[in-house]
């Protein structure tokens, strides 16, 4: 039979797919519609020496072949047709278009396979004479053998890797079923025998159980690679002086000793000292804390820090692995290893399952052959126990429904990245929450009410400044209508503020000690010289409240862990109604505290966003990062969130408490039919037949059943 | 029943020439971006010929 060989030559192969040679690949968040694709492709097309582009909506990138133009005239050109791009490094995401596109080809080798057998089948069924039956058993044969070679090979491999290690997995039973069918099958039809041939089963069998792999596959790997995608997109780099001289490397290639320059609004590659300039340091990524820090020449930064309003020049202390992130990165990678043994359901499911089909299969097998000292009899019946045991129905239950939910999330806004987070999220019995990031936007609003004329002159002053209060101050006279103030002279002092001159005097916008307020930790001084303390605080999410107020009338225990002051987080928990909140937690304390939940059998769930979190993240039962997270935590956690929105969170709870409700009824709608069926094997009187309706009706009514609609 | 000499090839013939078409569409990558082969029909330039 050729029918593998095809396939073989059609499965993908880079080198002949890439004939139109798409060497870039740019990723565009933002497209959504035929419009977004002509858009793109014609900006693209439209810059000259490029090759071909070509836009997949699915995976939202662009694979262009670039013919040696700079992906940055490519970012720019995209821009000026109003779409973000950036670039993409495919080599990060490993060949899993390869592996769904593999085990596609291989359902549908089973599947061809399996109508054909099936056609004939039905025709021994009703009844034809004994060579007819011959005939077609042979022609079965001919047709399931290659078939199977090709299209069952991922439940031999994997049950000879379970085997090898000492282990019985699912596909243990599944590949013994496999074989012994069609091999028993094969010697019946080659010896002339006049029985009853399981070639359909095994095809059959192969067939159903591919296509719950396949959707396995296509659920996590939908989400594998969005979340890989969010981390090849963050290629840190740094700027290097050398001699004078910058240059951008790779953020990992910078050794201790090595100057590095870093600008307004980067985030430090690196431990280090300043050795020039002065600015406001943003350590909430690291500590929680939402006030930015005033540091200057000879204070230590640390790497994930961001400086926000002044140049600095940084001598490296720790690179690379050495940074006081690497603390956070082993804090993960320990909880990683728990987490990675937790099983699943099915898992759970097939450890018992596995065995007893084994057993129940060679007891059959003995008991007949006592009882009839007929060893192709006993086969016989030991095949059709092995074939109606193994579970097709089992094997789509759970995989059938975290694909229908995991795409249900991904529409509401959410990802799925780990393929037991599902059953995790739905023993959740308490939600703990990071508080700046997560909670909060991390954007602060002015709560002082001004007069018009001191929102003016605020705002006016805010112009000269990136820092959080600027923004807000812009923003507060933006929502009042309110026309910012020309100012000359507007200068930024980092680390104090920003000054100008009026015709009426000095005015300063800052540090409350450097404006010369007595109280408050900002201050605006006036051109007549009085001064204005302001007060901000931080904002929230716009669904935070509604998100806590639901969690919590859901029956979940709410929880508020943050590295911020005691203050702060307090007015917090009380804004949005959490009784329990912990501030000036560090990431270890975080952690530790998560742990101890779980000892005392608590299952928690950690929402966290900074890299001060990601310990949290990684020990917590299950854990949610949103969108804005930094790739550490969105790495380490379960689900990502796409949107701005908070609202998601309770609605995954939620769909996964029904997520795995629907597993259960569908393990024993599987289990059902087993006890229905088995002792009809036992006794001898399954036929092919009955084991073929056996089977499709039970896949059908799991998949059914995933799909059904939820309330 | 020596009708079976013509029929059982042809059956066979014809499941395979079903099994070759479908293994042309997987090396032609027509299951790569369904969303985009749902969208492209909505734009008029595709109406002569689609993009390849």
């Known amino acids: 039979m050729t029918a593998a060989c095809p396939a073989c030559a059609a499965l993908p192969d880079p080198a002949r797919a890439a004939t139109a040679a798409p060497d870039l690949v740019l990723h565009l968040p933002d497209i959504h519609c035929a419009v977004c694709i002509a858009s793109v492709e014609d900006a693209l097309n439209a810059v000259p020496g490029l090759g071909e582009a070509r836009v997949n909506l699915t995976l939202k990138r662009a694979f262009v072949a670039s013919g040696g133009v700079s992906p940055d005239t490519l ?23 390869r592996s769904g596109r ?19 089948s039905v025709a021994v069924w009703s009844g034809a004479d004994h060579s007819t039956a011959l005939l077609f058993h042979l022609i079965s044969a001919l047709i399931a053998v290659p078939a199977v070679a090709y299209s069952a090979r991922p439940f031999f491999g994997s049950a000879l890797g379970a085997l090898s290690a000492g282990r019985l997995n699912m596909d243990v039973p599944i590949s013994v079923a496999i074989l012994l069918a069609l091999l028993a099958s094969l010697a019946g039809a080659l010896l002339g025998h006049d029985r009853a041939a399981w070639f359909d089963a095994a095809l059959a069998l192969t067939f159903f159980l591919l296509v719950g792999r396949y ?15 969010l981390a090849a997109l963050e290629a840190p780099q740094a700027v290097r002086v050398v001699d004078g001289r ?22 430090l590659p690196v431990d280090g000292v300043i050795l020039e300039g002065e600015t406001d340091l943003d350590r909430a990524a690291l500590t929680g804390e939402s006030q930015p820090d005033a540091v200057g020449v000879g204070d230590a930064v640390a790497a994930g820090e961001v400086t926000l309003t002044g140049p600095l020049l940084v001598r490296t202390l720790r690179a690379g ?69 193994c579970p097709c129905a089992l094997g789509l239950a759970v995989p059938a429904v975290s694909t229908v939910t995991t795409a249900r999330l991904f529409r509401k806004g959410m990802l799925v990245k780990s393929r037991t987070a599902l059953e995790r999220l739905a023993e959740i019995d308490m939600v703990v929450f990071d508080k700046t990031g997560t909670l909060t936007t991390g954007r602060m609003t002015l709560t002082s009410d001004l007069s018009e004329a001191d929102l003016m002159l605020a705002a006016g002053l805010a112009e000269g400044s990136s820092h959080p209060v600027s923004r807000a101050l812009a923003a507060a006279a933006m929502r009042r209508g309110v026309t910012p103030a020309k100012l000359s002279d507007l200068r930024e002092i980092p680390g104090h503020g920003v000054t100008a001159t009026t015709e009426a005097g000095p005015v300063r916008l800052g540090r409350a000690d450097w404006v010369g307020a007595t109280e408050g930790a900002t201050a605006l001084r006036r051109a007549d010289g009085s001064v204005l303390p302001l007060a901000f605080s931080e904002e929230l999410r716009a669904d935070a409240t509604d998100t806590v107020a639901a969690i919590r009338d859901a029956g979940y225990e709410v929880t508020l862990l943050s590295g911020d002051a005691p203050d702060a987080v307090a007015r917090m928990a009380r804004t949005l109604g959490i009784e329990t909140a912990l501030p000036r937690m560090s990431p270890e304390a975080k952690a530790a505290w998560l742990s101890a939940a779980k000892e005392a059998g608590r299952k928690p769930l950690m929402v966290g966003d900074g890299l001060n979190d990601t310990g949290g993240l990684a020990v917590a039962h299950a854990s949610i990062a949103p969108s804005s997270a930094l790739d550490a935590a969105r790495n380490a956690a379960d689900l990502v969130l796409l949107s701005d929105h908070l609202a998601p969170v309770a609605e995954a709870l939620r769909a996964a408490k029904v997520a795995k409700a629907r597993m259960k009824q569908n393990i024993a709608q599987a289990v059902l039919y087993n006890v229905v069926s088995v002792p009809v094997a036992l006794a001898g009187f399954a036929t092919p037949l009955l084991a073929a309706i056996a089977m499709s009706t039970s896949s059908v009514t799991v998949s059914l059943n995933a799909v059904r609609g939820q309330k | 029943m020596n009708v079976l000499v013509f029929l059982i090839p042809v ?27 749902r969208q492209r029909p909505l734009d008029d330039r595709f109406d002569d010929a689609p993009k390849r």
């Open chain 1, 75 to 97: 970012i720019d050109a995209l821009a000026r047709a109003g779409h973000r791009a950036q670039i993409f490094d495919p080599g990060l995401l490993g060949g899993q278009d």
């Open chain 1, 102 to 120: 593999d085990l596609l080809m291989r359902v549908g080798v089973a599947g061809f396979a399996m109508m054909n057998v099936m056609l004939l």
């Open chain 1, 215 to 229: 959707l396995d596959h296509m659920g996590r790997s939908s989400a594998r690679s969005a979340a890989a995608e």
């Open chain 1, 246 to 267: 910058e240059e951008i490397v790779r953020a990992t290639d910078i050794q201790p000793g090595d100057l590095i320059r870093v600008r307004p609004g980067d985030r």
């Open chain 1, 321 to 389: 692995a050495d940074t006081s992130l690497r603390r956070l990165a082993d804090l993960v990678a320990a909880a990683e290893m728990q987490k990675s043994r937790y099983a699943g359901i099915a898992d759970r499911a097939a450890r018992v399952y596995a065995p007893l089909v084994h057993i129940l299969g060679a007891a059959s097998f003995i008991a007949w052959f006592y009882a009839t000292a007929d060893g192709w009899r006993a086969l016989d019946v030991a095949i059709s126990v092995l074939v109606i045991t």
């Open chain 2, 11 to 37: 059956s066979v013939g014809l499941g395979l020439l079903g099994l070759a078409a479908f293994v042309w569409t997987i090396a032609k990558g027509q299951y790569d971006d369904p969303e985009g082969s």
